[in-house]
């Protein structure tokens, strides 16, 4: 079956630590983004790459890190210096061929921080 | 920078009756809008999109939008809702070409039998 996936579906993490959350998709599509989900706050955009070896901050990347190395996946990692990680995060692609399209959504991931 | 807002933070319903959320963006320029929803535990889905056109657009389970430019709105409604409707539902916008979609901060609805 096509479709994102996120793992791990559940982390817990110590403060002080880096962890990296992993989203990897086989729908061929070139654009992959990272999105954070608090209660009450909506989705908040933390990084975007729309090819492969290039990515773009988003809203709220301070504390974060992505690459691209192959289209397929997109790795985020939440750094020490995110000062509030606990948080459900949230991975998407979408195609960029035929013009503007809608994004479609992993099941997520999230995050505990100790 | 684009932002949409969504009034109402928590909705509660009785079954069938009749369901209008609220979305309005600021962006003076072409805009892609969505609705989405999030099930309990289940990931985000798209209910329904406007691109061009029609202003008037259906989606799945029943759901429609109407795009009315003047207001900058795009809202949400649904003529009769049921308990399976409980759920987060999200509005989102694309401004002109950019490839990042913003998020409002979404509604929760709870339909009660």
């Known amino acids: 079956d096509g479709g994102i996936t996120q793992s791990p579906k559940y982390l817990f993490r110590k403060e002080g630590q880096n962890v990296t959350l992993s989203c990897e998709q086989n729908?061929?599509?070139?654009?992959m983004y990272w999105y954070r989900q608090d209660p009450g706050q909506g989705l908040r955009l933390i990084y975007y790459?729309?090819?492969?070896?290039?990515?773009q901050k988003g809203d709220i990347a301070e504390g974060y890190s992505v690459s691209r190395e192959k289209k397929e996946s997109f790795p985020l990692t939440v750094t020490s210096a995110q000062k509030n990680p606990t948080a459900f995060y949230l991975c998407?692609?979408?195609?960029?061929?035929?013009?503007?399209?809608?994004?479609?959504f992993g099941e997520g991931s999230r995050l505990t921080v100790l | 920078a684009q932002s949409v807002s969504q009034h109402n933070h928590h909705v509660i319903l009785s079954e069938a009756a009749s369901l209008e959320l609220g979305c309005n963006y600021s962006?003076?320029?072409?805009?892609?809008l969505f609705w989405y929803v999030q099930y309990p535990g289940q990931h985000l889905q798209l209910l329904l999109k406007?691109?061009?056109?029609?202003?008037l657009v259906k989606g799945i389970k029943g759901f429609e939008a109407e795009f009315i430019k003047s207001k900058f709105s795009f809202n949400l409604r649904k003529p009769s809702v049921q308990w399976s409707d409980t759920a987060e539902y999200f509005c989102?916008?694309?401004?002109?070409?950019?490839?990042?979609?913003?998020f409002g901060t979404g509604t929760r609805l709870q339909v009660t039998l």
């Open positions: 406007y691109f061009s056109g029609d202003p």
């Open positions: 989102a916008v694309r401004a002109g070409t950019a490839s990042k979609l913003t």
């Open positions: 790459s729309q090819i492969v070896n290039d990515f």
């Open positions: 998407a692609s979408r195609g960029l061929a035929g013009g503007p399209g809608e994004l479609f």
């Open positions: 729908l061929n599509h070139d654009a």
């Open positions: 962006y003076g320029g072409t805009v892609n």
